[in-house]
């Protein structure tokens, strides 16, 4: 008898990549099992939560960190509450303090800072953005990878942006941030293999290089692909012809990528979307395509309303079109990415602000590839500060809402508390804390806030040295309907920020693995904790055991191993990434305006609200427009 193979070797598990190897193998090999019996709100211990973080800027600040989880959790348990001792009063007093460094903090400041200059004979408005992580921009940051010598990025979670129509408001922004769309060139086709068409954007389209994996659950435990699913009319997948018929009529009705879909409604408020919003995802779908709720619960869910996270069965079905009616964009460019997402987009906004703030000029090739220049981010002297790993834990006016003249700003950094104040402060972090933060909220906000549920989402990105084991299956981008995670996807990159200026399968590249925690079956509430209890109580190294064997049995018989392969794993961990809205959430039950209608229509006091989440969609467009919608608000009080 030969020498037993190790299954860690064979995975990989053992391979020298970057991932920081701080526990031992061992233990790790029983986590798997220790993981069934953790009480439910046990956390993970720091190491076992964050794994390797990546190189460059964005290397302590993968997903939600450890602290930033921790700090949320506090004051959730209102551990800032009453008497507070030791506070830390730093004297200064800003026009306004922007809580959250997200998409909507930066674009409110840049507002702010534009609003000011535009007001004649007025100093700079000064602003303070906190926030909670070691680098700014919210879900739109980077992980960066090193790779025999390449340098690979990829999001961290917001991703694709869309080129907005002419003469649109979004459009001159975007000019004024320094985004100019004709610079979106990607990476060309090289090498003696039959090219393939390699999307921008890392959403799968069902295309002819697409993959759909059918395992156990389909009876077939060694694995069984089949590629360009939708160009065979699923002919040779493992399932009943009924569902089959089900899932080509759907796909046949309308359901081309970003085209106008025949369901869509005309306007935001109009009958039909006011329907959608009456009805779950499922029901929609049931009704409308004559699906089953089997079908839609094993193929649908979460990825259509993927940008909400959840089952179809608890979701609003307005929030599969809602993005497309708020937000007409120019189809025929196509999305467009940065290498790194829309921390691209974050990016540009700081630099306006605060020029030092990366080095280099400002072309989209510099603000790329510079390095964030963190002291210059908080000096004395400038009107816009952007205070890093400060999470804000309390916001009160001083004195009553409509006689006070300022508001007290606590927020915790490096283990102390510390005080702040503003004219005026607008809470762009999001429903998440928000709620908790603003102790004296008034109850219509308050209520308003309790009908916001955001979804947990794992993005694993997985740097490999090639892609060749894809090729020779004829992919980029892989469904699947069991195991851990949906779908992964590789893309292009634009060669403003990349420097290899083609790719071929012997490439090295990023492949984005999205992990959603939907749950079909329970309340969109038990959906979203069982989620965020399976984020927070499963350590790096487990996961990264249930990725190298989702790809071990995906890809090792078109070649691929696992420890020569694999470069680097990197997860991030968002444990609130995506507002997840049950029907009623866009226009309101019982004749009342939806949630966030409410928190837009009342500012409260000194104090205005903004990020996405208010929209019911997850992009960045709407935070940039709650942005500007709020800063419109806080505008009056700055006298
Ligand atoms: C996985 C994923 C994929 C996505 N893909 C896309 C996409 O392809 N295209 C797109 O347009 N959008 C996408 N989005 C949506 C994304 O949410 C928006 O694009 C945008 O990045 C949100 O910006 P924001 O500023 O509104 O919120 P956030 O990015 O959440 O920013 C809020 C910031 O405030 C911080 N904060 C919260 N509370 C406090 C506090 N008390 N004190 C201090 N700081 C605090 C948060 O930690 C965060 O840093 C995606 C989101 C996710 C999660």
Redesign the pocket.
């Known amino acids: 008898m030969g020498t037993p193979i190790d299954p860690n070797d064979a995975l990989g598990m053992n391979a020298p990549i970057e991932r920081r190897d701080l526990l031992n193998s061992t233990l790790v090999a029983a986590g798997g099992v220790l993981l069934q019996s953790l009480a439910p709100l046990q956390l993970l211990a720091k190491e076992d939560w964050t794994g390797f973080g990546g190189v460059g800027d964005y290397a302590t600040s993968n997903g939600?960190t450890y602290e930033?989880m921790t700090a949320?959790h506090k004051?959730r348990d209102h551990a800032f509450d009453g008497a507070l001792p030791e506070i830390i009063d730093t004297h200064e007093e800003f026009d306004c303090i922007v809580?959250?460094?997200?998409?909507?903090?930066l674009a409110a400041a840049l507002f702010l800072e534009r609003s000011g200059r535009r007001a004649l004979g007025k100093q700079p408005l000064t602003c303070l953005v906190?926030?909670?992580?070691p680098i700014f921009?919210?879900?739109?940051k980077r992980n960066e990878f090193q790779v025999d010598g390449q340098r690979l990025a990829a999001?961290q979670?917001?991703?694709?942006?869309f080129p907005p129509l002419n003469g649109t408001f979004l459009a001159q922004f975007y000019d004024s941030i320094g985004i100019d769309w004709k610079q979106f060139q990607y990476q060309k086709w090289t090498g003696p293999s039959p090219e393939f068409a390699i999307q921008t954007?890392p959403?799968p389209v069902g295309g002819p290089t697409a993959g759909f994996f059918f395992g156990a659950k389909f009876g077939h435990p060694e694995g069984l692909w089949l590629t360009d699913p939708w160009g065979k009319r699923l002919e040779g997948a493992p399932i009943a012809e009924n569902i089959k018929r089900e899932l080509l009529s759907m796909r046949e009705a309308d359901r081309k990528p970003f085209s106008a879909h025949r369901f869509q409604p005309k306007q935001h408020g109009d009958a039909a979307s006011r329907h959608l919003d009456s009805i779950t995802l499922e029901n929609h779908l049931v009704e409308t395509y004559g699906l089953s709720v089997e079908t839609v619960r094993t193929f649908l869910s979460p990825i259509m309303g993927g940008?909400s996270g959840l089952g179809a069965d608890v979701l609003s079905a307005y929030c599969e079109y809602a993005p497309d009616v708020l937000l007409p964009w120019d189809y025929k460019q196509g999305a467009q990415m940065f290498p790194g997402?829309?921390a691209g987009i974050a990016r540009h906004m700081l630099k306006q602000l605060i020029p030092h703030a990366i080095s280099g000029g400002n072309s989209m090739q510099e603000i790329c590839r510079g390095r964030v220049q963190f002291s210059s981010l908080d000096r004395s002297g400038q009107a816009t500060h952007v205070r890093l790993n400060?999470?804000?834990?309390s916001v009160k006016h001083e004195g009553t809402p409509e006689a006070a003249r300022t508001v007290e700003v606590l927020?915790t950094r490096g283990g102390k508390l510390y005080r702040v104040r503003a004219k005026s402060v607008i809470m762009?972090?999001?429903s998440?804390?928000?709620k908790h933060?603003v102790p004296d909220l008034p109850a219509t906000c308050r209520e308003a806030y309790a009908q916001f549920h955001r979804a947990p989402?794992l993005?694993a990105n997985v740097a490999v040295r090639n892609w060749r084991f894809l090729y020779k299956l004829g992919l980029t981008e892989c469904q699947w309907f069991e195991g851990i995670g949906n779908y992964l996807t590789m893309r292009k990159m634009p060669t403003f920020g990349t420097d290899p200026a083609t790719i071929s399968p012997d490439s090295p590249v990023v492949l984005n693995l999205?992990i959603l925690f939907s749950n079909p079956g329970l309340t969109l509430e038990e959906q979203t904790s069982r989620g965020r209890m399976d984020l927070y109580s499963t350590p790096f190294r487990s996961y990264e055991r249930q990725i190298r064997e989702q790809f071990h049995s995906f890809f090792s018989r078109s070649g691929f191993n696992a420890g020569r392969d694999i470069a680097g794993i990197i997860l991030n961990r968002?444990g609130h990434?995506?507002l997840s809205p049950k029907p009623g959430f866009f226009f309101g039950l019982d004749g009342k305006p939806g949630p966030g209608e409410i928190i837009r229509q009342h500012p409260y006091g000194r104090i205005a609200f903004?990020?996405?989440?208010l929209a019911g969609i997850?992009?960045?467009?709407?935070?940039i427009l709650?942005a500007q919608r709020a800063v419109g608000q806080i505008m009056g009080k700055l006298n």
Do not use: F, P, Q
Not at 130 to 133: G, K, R, S, V, W
């Open positions: 939600n930033v949320g004051i809580a959250g460094g997200g998409i909507s903090g906190l926030d909670n992580h921009g919210g879900e739109a999001h979670g917001s991703a694709a942006c954007a959403y940008g997402g829309n400060s999470t804000v834990v927020y762009a972090g999001g998440w804390t928000t933060v989402c993005m999205k968002w990434a995506y903004a990020n996405s989440d997850m992009d960045h467009r709407m935070s709650e």
